[in-house]
């Protein structure tokens, strides 16, 4: 089956700076890539997805890019903020009709330091 | 509308009870996915309706877990005689699926913490 990890495990950085998260995964048959944020106590949110069919995707000061060779993807935040800080998880599946059942990686704790 | 709800939020059991969790999902979505999340950890997958069917339950850890969604809605997650290990956040996520119109976007609920005694 499908195995993510995910790194580093925790990334301090200062406001204003970027941040970045990279995850492989080790099933090639995986095509669908999304990232949630998890604040403490609270649900996790969709922020950005990506199919394999792109190498990269943008939405504001999020990114993400996929090397479908290398079995890797990450996730970029630029101008980053305090509100950014939160537990963010990258997750790997094969994309279905209905819906993806997804392997998450352990989460990286991101703290943003005003 | 509202999103996906979940009840209990916290539960305590002592070693050897059963619990039944609740999720309600948004309304209308076919898929609905049950995940348990250990302290710490990402969210891992338990098991799988589309609609009332339970297409996958693979993530099941032992025969003492059991879910249902008998009408295609709201779903419970059943433990019986529940054990230390069972402690974690269980998290539940609807999505509407393309095929009905939708993504296949997951929207969690605020997930269920079960703490065992």
């Known amino acids: 089956g499908e195995n993510v990890e995910q790194h580093p495990s925790t990334l301090s950085v200062q406001e204003g700076d970027s941040a970045v998260i990279k995850c492989t995964y080790s099933d090639s048959a995986s095509n669908y890539f999304p990232w949630y944020k998890q604040e403490l106590g609270k649900r996790p949110q969709l922020i950005i997805d990506?199919?394999?069919?792109?190498g990269e995707k943008k939405d504001q000061r999020i990114a993400v890019t996929l090397n479908k060779t290398a079995k890797h993807f990450s996730l970029h935040i630029t101008e980053t903020q305090p509100e950014d800080s939160a537990v963010y998880f990258c997750a790997a599946t094969i994309y279905m009709e209905y819906g993806n059942k997804l392997v998450f990686g352990a989460g990286t704790i991101l703290r943003v330091k005003s | 509308g509202a999103g996906v709800s979940q009840s209990p939020r916290y539960k305590v059991a002592k070693r050897g009870q059963d619990v039944a969790l609740r999720c309600d999902p948004i309304s209308g979505h076919v898929s609905l996915f049950w995940y348990q999340q250990a302290l710490g950890q990402g969210p891992e997958f338990l098991t799988y309706f589309q609609n009332e069917a339970q297409l996958d339950k693979s993530g099941l850890p032992s025969d003492r877990f059991f879910a249902e969604r008998p009408e295609g809605s709201v779903s419970t997650l059943k433990i019986q005689r529940t054990q230390q290990e069972d402690s974690a956040v269980y998290l539940c996520?609807?999505?509407?699926?393309?095929?009905?119109?939708?993504?296949?976007?997951?929207?969690f609920g605020p997930g269920t913490r079960l703490t065992v005694t």
């Open positions: 996520a609807s999505s509407l699926g393309r095929l009905a119109g939708g993504t296949n976007e997951q929207y």
């Open positions: 990506i199919r394999s069919n792109v």
